[in-house]
């Protein structure tokens, strides 16, 4: 699976289950949880749903705001286990 399809799926992703607006565009760099359009328990839902999705483990000291704020930051972590 490509960076571009795991980018599209996770935007979908979180705008229909965690923020519940499929019209919402997220951009790359838009700060999620600093936004207020997700909290950490929504943070976790996303981990849980990447690791199904495209098996890879997030483990909890990665599941930051520092970490995992923007899209861009997300699909660098799951492209660094997918490419590993």
């Known amino acids: 699976m490509d960076e571009t399809t795991i980018r599209e799926k996770i935007r979908q992703y979180i705008a229909r289950e965690l923020i519940r607006d499929e019209s919402y565009q997220i951009d ?13 328990f ?5 981990a849980v749903y990447c690791e199904q ?7 909890d000291p990665d599941l930051t705001v520092e970490k995992m704020d923007t899209l861009n930051q997300i699909i660098a972590r799951v492209m660094r286990d997918i490419e590993s």
Request: aromatic share 8%; proline share 4%.
């Open 42 to 46: 929504s943070l976790a839902e996303l």
């Open 53 to 59: 999705e495209f098996n890879v483990y997030i483990p």
């Open 28 to 40: 790359d760099d838009e700060g999620i949880i600093t936004g207020g359009l997700i909290d950490s």
